[in-house]
């Protein structure tokens, strides 16, 4: 059974301080992983990523994947209170198709 | 373009009832999904659709139905709703590639 693991689930901080947070997986034929921040309501998309060592980069938020090691990170640097969310971390298989399987998501505070 | 529209956005049913929950996508996406989030569990896939009049059961299918009669709609039916159907529902369409799935804003639905 596919697996995802997000860490910490919960994470408070101040505003300008760097944060990292985790995900990593058990599952055949990887086919890419999500990234999604959900703020009260819709999860938004925020990067794909498919290939290792690749680094995705929106701005403050930049996210890599280690193939290898089965794992993938989300980077915020310069945080600010509108980064307040959950952040999803989601996998698609060669298997599964159209099936996202999501992992419990991580709850960033940023506080002023 | 809207995007993916549900409704509605909140719903109180009591057990026993019926309803359906809707779901419309206007970016011609072939692939959509209905997931159910509680808390603590990440979102978990209810039913999901490649294609009209194509559908399939996700991980947690039990009590509910759906269909795709057309690329646009995808609504999803409680047969006689339970209060272990207390929860977030989103709606999501995708390209069939690459899969960035576009999230609807939710309904909160409870069941007393």
């Known amino acids: 059974e596919d697996k995802v693991v997000q860490s910490p689930l919960s994470l408070v901080v101040h505003e300008g301080d760097t944060v990292t947070l985790n995900c990593s997986y058990e599952v055949t034929n990887f086919r890419s992983l999500l990234w999604y921040k959900q703020e009260k309501k819709a999860p938004t998309f925020l990067f794909m990523l498919?290939?290792?060592?690749i680094e995705k980069k929106s701005g403050r938020l930049s996210s890599i994947l280690d193939k290898k090691e089965l794992f993938s990170i989300l980077n915020i640097t310069a945080t600010q209170t509108g980064d307040s969310a959950v952040y999803l971390c989601?996998?698609?298989?060669?298997?599964?198709?159209?099936?996202?399987?999501f992992g419990e998501g991580t709850q960033l505070t940023v506080n002023p | 373009n809207a995007g993916v529209t549900q409704t509605p956005k909140f719903q109180v049913l009591k057990t026993g009832q019926s309803m359906t929950l809707q779901c419309a996508q206007d970016?011609?996406?072939?692939?959509m999904s209905w997931y159910r989030q509680d808390p603590g569990m990440g979102l978990r896939l209810i039913h999901y659709s490649v294609g009209a009049g194509i559908t399939d059961q996700g991980e947690v299918p039990n009590g509910y139905n759906v269909s795709r009669s057309t690329t646009e709609d995808f609504p999803l039916r409680l047969l006689s709703a339970a209060p272990s159907q207390t929860s977030v529902y989103f709606c999501?369409?995708?390209?069939?590639?690459?899969?960035?799935?576009?999230f609807g804003s939710g309904t909160q639905l409870s069941v007393l």
């Open positions: 999501a369409s995708s390209y069939s590639h690459p899969q960035r799935w576009v």
């Open positions: 498919t290939s290792s060592g």
């Open positions: 989601a996998l698609l298989t060669r298997t599964s198709g159209s099936r996202l399987t």
């Open positions: 970016m011609n996406h072939e692939y």
